[in-house]
């Protein structure tokens, strides 16, 4: 028979097991037919050195390697050592020491990687102790170090409702989903899901099913689907549709809906004693802040609270923003408390009535509904929209008052005004007391202009300035010009002394009542 090259020859119909092979066992050659080539099971193929496809397991393949094992229909092991594939369908493509149990699933390479019992179309890329355990379908784990998927104790729950889907671990060290390292996992009747969540990477970050973020060594049954750590140190999730970027050590607690950290250190979004709060709210970065109202947001700083629903911090420390809508700029020690309150900046500024607002200084209070305090320190606006401008020590308890400066000023009449000096009072309605000190009015409708230790208590009252004038009660409409005066009568002119232009004065009588006129060197009034 003449010599044919292999290549030259023509394709075989289907084999049927008869055919017969040449082979070379112990440096001799025998012939065997095809149907004991590769093991019992159908069409098999084993390459490599003590590698195993068990009987039954048909359809599987191994290219190489040595010391892997196959026990599964229509699965594959590339190459690698001792490396055990137990399910239909199954991948792995290289590396050592991998434990294989997914229906459909994928481990391509690295070593120690496991998909557990009860897992479905799960893939692990590569890296070092992977698992993906027991409930888990279409999991993927890029590859990272000691990355889990966990819904009990590693390979040893029993759980096939699969209630586990989409989840996904691009890379990082020690990341879970899941509940890796709560002793209480996998106690029966835990039925919640998680589902579509990522780690993208990172060191111990983790988003839980069981336990809390709180308590990580509690039984409670959660639910975690659609969030996202996208790396850092120690970050942590327990809750639907939450992001956290980066940073260390930050938190979303249980029952916590859409929440967002962007980065930074120890913050954390919750709700308190089980009420539902710090849903949709977010913290985009600093240090420690805590965010616990719906819709709040804090934007970096220290320390910072927003417990209000939609309030608001920028940065700072030590703010806390409770009122509903309100919002805090910055600042230190700062506090809105009101619905829809606001303060600017300064320190230890408290804005406690609806709608009251703080722009800056330190230690103001708008305790007013609608009240507002410019800045200065130590200054209080109680009235319903009360505005106060400035200085120190200033009161404008007045509805609708003003007082724009100075120090140890009070504003305490309905629509009264103090423009600015020392120790003034407008206590009556809509008085005014323009600067000065120790200048007090007290009558409606009154106006102190200046001066010092003016009295005014009259309604409709004038003291153009001086000092240590008393304008009566009583005497309405009066004037005082001078110093040292006490009005002796309602409106009437007071004055210390009085000049008359004679070239100014009428010298025939105008025929007016209460007109001054002159007949020669005599005044004259007009009856």
């Known amino acids: 028979m003449a010599y044919v090259k292999i290549s030259d020859l023509n394709f075989a119909q289907t084999l049927t097991g008869n055919e017969i092979l040449p082979v070379v066992q112990n440096g001799t050659s025998y012939k065997v037919s095809v149907s004991a080539v590769g093991g019992t099971g159908d069409t098999e193929n084993i390459n490599g050195r003590c590698n195993d496809i068990s009987t039954g397991s048909n359809y599987s393949s191994i290219v190489g390697g040595k010391y892997n094992d196959v026990y599964g229909n229509c699965s594959f092991i590339g190459g690698g050592s001792t490396n055990v594939l137990s399910a239909d369908f199954g991948f792995i493509g290289g590396g050592t020491g991998h434990i294989a149990y997914s229906i459909g699933g994928f481990i391509g390479g690295g070593s120690g990687n496991d998909t557990c019992p009860n897992t479905c179309l799960d893939t692990i890329g590569g890296g070092n102790g992977n698992v993906v355990d027991s409930g888990f379908k279409l999991s993927f784990i890029g590859g990272g170090k000691s990355n889990f998927m966990e819904t009990g104790n590693a390979c040893a729950s029993a759980d096939s409702s699969f209630n586990n889907q989409g989840n996904t671990i691009v890379g990082g060290n020690q990341n879970s989903i899941g509940t890796k390292g709560n002793p209480l996992k996998g106690l029966p009747g835990m039925t919640k899901a998680l589902c579509h969540n990522t780690v993208v990477g990172g060191y111990l970050n983790k988003i839980s099913k069981f336990g809390t973020i709180a308590n990580p060594l509690s039984a409670e049954d959660l639910e975690s689907k659609y969030s996202f750590i996208g790396g850092g140190v120690n970050n942590g999730i327990n809750g639907n549709y939450t992001a956290i970027v980066g940073g260390s050590n930050n938190k979303v607690y249980s029952g916590v809906k859409g929440g967002f950290v962007g980065g930074g250190v120890y913050n954390t979004i919750r709700n308190v004693d089980g009420t539902a709060g710090g849903n949709y709210s977010s913290i985009v970065g600093g240090c420690c802040n805590n965010a616990t109202g719906n819709c709040s947001n804090i934007g970096g700083g220290t320390l910072n609270t927003s417990s209000g629903d939609v309030a608001t911090i920028g940065g700072g420390g030590v703010n806390n923003a409770s009122g509903a809508c309100s919002t805090i700029g910055g600042g230190i020690q700062n506090t809105a408390s009101g619905d829809r309150s606001n303060v600017a900046g300064g320190g230890v500024n408290y804005a406690?009535?609806?709608?009251?607002?703080?722009a800056g200084g330190f230690v103001n209070y708008a305790i007013g509904?609608?009240?507002?305090?410019?800045?200065?320190?130590?200054?209080?606006?109680?009235?319903?929209?009360?505005?106060?401008?400035?200085?120190?020590?200033?009161?404008?308890?007045?509805?609708?008052?003003?007082?724009?400066?100075?120090?140890?000023?009070?504003?305490?009449g309905c629509r009264?005004?103090?423009?600015?000096?020392i120790q003034n009072t407008a206590s009556g309605i809509a008085s005014n007391v323009g600067g000065g000190r120790k200048n007090t009015a007290s009558g409606n409708y009154s106006n102190v202009a200046g001066g010092c230790n003016n009295n005014l208590s009259a309604s409709f009252g004038f003291i153009a300035g001086g000092c240590s004038n008393n304008l009566k009660t009583g005497h309405s409409n009066s004037q005082i010009l001078g110093s040292d005066i006490t009005t002796v009568s309602g409106n009437m002119l007071h004055a210390n002394t009085l000049y008359l232009s004679a070239a100014a004065l009428p010298t025939t009588d105008p025929g007016v009542s209460g007109v001054v006129w002159r007949d020669g060197t005599d005044l004259k009034i007009s009856l």
């Open 352 to 358: 406690t009535g609806i709608g009251a607002t703080i």
């Open 416 to 421: 009264s005004t103090v423009a600015g000096g």
């Open 369 to 412: 509904n609608c009240s507002s305090i410019g800045g200065g320190v130590n200054n209080r606006a109680d009235g319903f929209a009360a505005t106060l401008g400035g200085g120190g020590d200033n009161i404008a308890s007045g509805c609708y008052s003003t007082l724009a400066g100075g120090v140890d000023n009070t504003a305490n």
